[in-house]
């Protein structure tokens, strides 16, 4: 005689047929764009009335936020490899902030766009270069735009792709509630540990 165990949660309808929730669908999405759209506008108005100091804010606050999503990355891999069964409930929200890396490499573009200004001229540009500073010379082989560039490709690369990886198998674990998916994971996130602490360090 065999048995089966439903692994995946009820629906709320069927937890709580009485209940009726007071978000419509598509609502969310709507006020998401609305926050975008809200966000552009402000970032414009920065940028246009900042002057000089609009970049350095910028890398301050981009920073910021891209540690934020990074973090929920780390926590998502952490808890797989030490498999830990408290997180379960967390681990979605998580999973979620770390989906935002995306939208972070599209955020990266006005690094991209002022990589001229002052703010990073003093080893991105070899003509502001002081020729008597050694140890900035014996440098150049990595702090120069190219290679800046290729290690933010390579980076974001790592990065999104395990993000996508962990939230994608713990949504299919969602629907078939295979345990099997639990203990793939806990097995990637050893070597994506390894990965994101080496691109982070970079």
Same mark, same amino acid.
């Given at each position: #005689? +065999?048995? +089966? +165990? ?9 937890? $709580? ?18 926050? %975008?759209?809200?966000? /552009?506008? %402000?970032?414009?108005? =920065? ?12 890398? $301050? ?14 926590? /998502? #891999?952490?808890?797989? /490899?030490? !498999?830990?069964?408290? &997180?379960?409930?967390?681990? !979605?929200? =998580?999973? *979620?902030?770390?989906? +935002? ?30 020729? *008597? ?9 990595? @702090? *120069? ?11 974001? @690369? ?17 629907? &078939? ?8 994971? &806990?097995?990637? =996130? ?13």
């Amino acid at each position: #005689m +065999t048995s +089966t +165990t439903q692994l995946t949660a009820p629906r709320l309808e069927e937890l $709580a047929p009485h209940v009726v929730t007071r978000v419509k669908a598509g609502e969310l999405s709507r006020a998401q764009w609305l926050l %975008i759209a809200t966000g /552009v506008v %402000i970032l414009a108005a =920065a940028w246009a009335t900042g002057g000089e100091r609009f970049y350095f804010s910028y890398l $301050a606050g981009y920073v910021g936020v891209l540690g934020i999503s990074l973090g929920g990355l780390f926590f /998502v #891999m952490l808890q797989h /490899v030490v !498999r830990a069964g408290w &997180s379960v409930s967390l681990r !979605r929200l =998580a999973e *979620n902030v770390a989906a +935002t890396l995306p939208f972070q490499l599209l955020l990266f573009l006005p690094i991209v766009v002022g990589f001229g200004h002052p703010l990073f001229a003093h080893w991105a540009d070899p003509a502001h270069v002081d020729p *008597n500073d050694t140890v900035l010379l014996g440098k150049q082989g990595y @702090l *120069n735009p190219t290679f800046f560039f290729v290690r933010v490709a390579a980076c974001f @690369l790592v990065w999104i792709a395990l993000a996508w990886l962990f939230r994608s198998a713990s949504l299919r674990q969602d629907e &078939s509630g295979d345990p099997a998916i639990s203990l793939r994971l &806990s097995r990637l =996130a050893a070597p994506g540990l390894l990965l994101f602490a080496l691109t982070v360090t970079f």
